[in-house]
């Protein structure tokens, strides 16, 4: 063995990088290999110009994706399969352990290096995506932005998934925005403070994570689910999804209570919810429930109104709803008016003229 002293550039270095990857790092494995590539002369490996060719190939495919695959650790699928899998998993966050399988949060530390593992990573296994951030100081600020540029769009998305969770896990950073182009997504970080290693980041569940629970309801629950969902479809979706206690009091004649729901969905009194917050959580929940067809809300200031449209012909199961309902605007201290048509109840939270209102049990119908 001899030894002698080598002096490189950083530029040197660079060229080597895919043969360092090889090699595990070992520089003189990684020098002997460039040795051994040119030795022999043009006769086996082609004029200078080839042999450069010939590492661009070397970096474009190293040898460490082969290393991988032996190892059991990654598999090739085709890129139609890869695009059927990630596609049918949207909306549903990827579990942490498995995002540790792509990035150690051991290894990767700060922002900096998280982003040259992607671009490195993206680089070996084929991804075709460029990634950079919006700052360099070694100390991490407040806020930041991420860009994900090129490969295939499915993919990206995924990936840029993946990277969120980690960044929220880790590094305590929640998405407040992503915005996707053709070609691109940005996303907009900032500082979050985590109370529970195992609360969700909202924004990370808002943007990626849509069809989470629903996911795993399913994986919990799958025969309810699945019969639920035959069932429904059968019918056509016209069923009503009621609670017991809300279909014991129907049974026994009473007026069930539904301000409960709100309350609850709110996680506040509906006294403290104000007008322009409570018509859109009224339509989430009683359409949500199917009993009602669908609910058209105007919330322009001054001029605010629902319109519920049904498809019930009994006049008393009508009036039963409308009840249902003025409690609850009752219960928020809300002056309306009400009336009714065939198919459709009105709520009208302007003041209106009272001399033409008539009073059922506490709340306001209008002459129909």
Not at 264 to 275: G, M, Q, T, V
Not at 291 to 315: M, T
Request: charged residues 30%; aromatic residues 10%; glycine residues 4%.
């Amino acid at each position: 063995m001899i030894r002698k002293n080598v002096s490189l550039d950083e530029a040197h270095l660079l060229k080597l990088q895919p043969l360092l990857e090889k090699h595990g790092g070992n520089l003189s494995a990684a020098i002997r290999e460039v040795i051994d590539l040119s030795s022999p002369g043009p006769e086996n490996y082609g004029t200078p110009d080839e042999i450069a060719e010939n590492l661009r190939k070397r970096e474009s495919f190293p040898g460490i994706r082969e290393q991988l695959i032996q190892s059991g650790e990654c598999v090739m699928m085709s890129q139609k399969t890869m695009k059927w899998l990630v596609k049918s998993s949207v909306g549903k966050l990827m579990d942490e352990d498995v995002v540790h399988e792509l990035l150690n949060p051991y290894l990767l530390t700060t922002v900096p290096e998280l982003k040259e593992f992607l671009n490195c990573g993206s680089k070996s296994m084929g991804w075709k995506i460029e990634v950079s951030c919006s700052f360099k100081e070694e100390v991490e600020p407040e806020s930041f932005t991420m860009d994900f540029i090129g490969g295939d769009r499915d993919f990206r998305e995924f990936l840029v998934g993946i990277v969120c969770i980690f960044l929220a896990r880790w590094m305590n950073f929640d998405v407040e925005a992503v915005h996707r182009k053709s070609n691109s997504i940005t996303i907009y970080l900032k500082s979050f403070f985590r109370h529970d290693l195992q609360e969700k980041a909202p924004g990370v569940r808002k943007h990626f994570g849509s069809k989470d629970l629903l996911y795993r309801e399913i994986e919990r629950k799958p025969d309810f689910w699945v019969t639920l969902a035959d069932l429904y479809k059968k019918f056509n979706y016209q069923r009503v999804n009621l609670d017991k206690n809300f279909f014991e009091a129907l049974v026994a004649g009473n007026l069930p209570d539904i301000t409960k729901y709100f309350e609850i969905k709110a996680d506040r009194p509906l006294r403290e919810i104000p007008l322009s917050e409570l018509l859109p959580l009224f339509k989430y929940l009683v359409v949500a429930s199917q009993l009602v067809d669908d609910v058209e809300i105007c919330a322009e200031k001054g001029k605010e109104n629902i319109k519920i449209r049904h498809n019930y012909f009994e006049e008393s199961v009508v009036l039963t709803l409308i009840q249902l309902f003025s409690n609850v605007f009752n219960s928020g201290w809300h002056n309306f008016s009400v009336s009714y048509v065939s198919k459709l109840i009105m709520f009208d939270f302007t003041l209106p003229d009272t001399s033409k209102r008539d009073v059922v049990e506490g709340s306001q119908v209008m002459d129909s």
